[in-house]
């Protein structure tokens, strides 16, 4: 049921503002990557394979202090080329998110995690970008 919706939910954030680069979402069944038009990676692709999977070991740390402080919500790297958010979809995978450098990271990031808590909402359907 979850891997039905990554692929609508992708296009849903990427569409959300021009500054949004590149979106994947990683979960235990599936992964759906969507690039922006013109898009140019940095980074190749293994590097870009490598770079995930730290992102993924990266999390499951973050978890440990759960009972602590509380679940994490997001995780945010600002770089000289881009800021890379991670958002995580409850026990089944991550979302990952580049943006370009300049931007106003703080409204596009409110409205993924919206998105985000509608898609695990049952009642919410996220339709398919026509």
Not at 62 to 88: C, W
């Amino acid at each position: 049921m979850i891997s039905k919706k990554l692929e609508p939910l992708a296009e849903k954030i990427l569409s959300l503002d021009r500054n949004v680069r590149f979106v994947q979402i990683v979960t235990k069944e599936k992964s759906v990557t969507k690039k922006a038009p013109g898009f140019v990676s940095i980074l190749g692709p293994l590097e870009t394979i490598e770079s995930l999977n730290d992102s993924l070991t990266r999390w499951e740390s973050r978890k440990k202090f759960t009972d602590k402080l509380g679940k994490p919500i997001y995780a945010m790297a600002e770089y000289e080329k881009l800021k890379r958010i991670t958002i995580p979809l409850e026990e089944n995978g991550i979302i990952l998110i580049t943006l370009e450098p300049k931007c106003f990271h703080e409204v596009i990031l409110k409205e993924i995690i919206e998105m985000k808590e509608d898609f695990f909402d049952p009642l919410v359907d996220i339709p398919a970008k026509k």
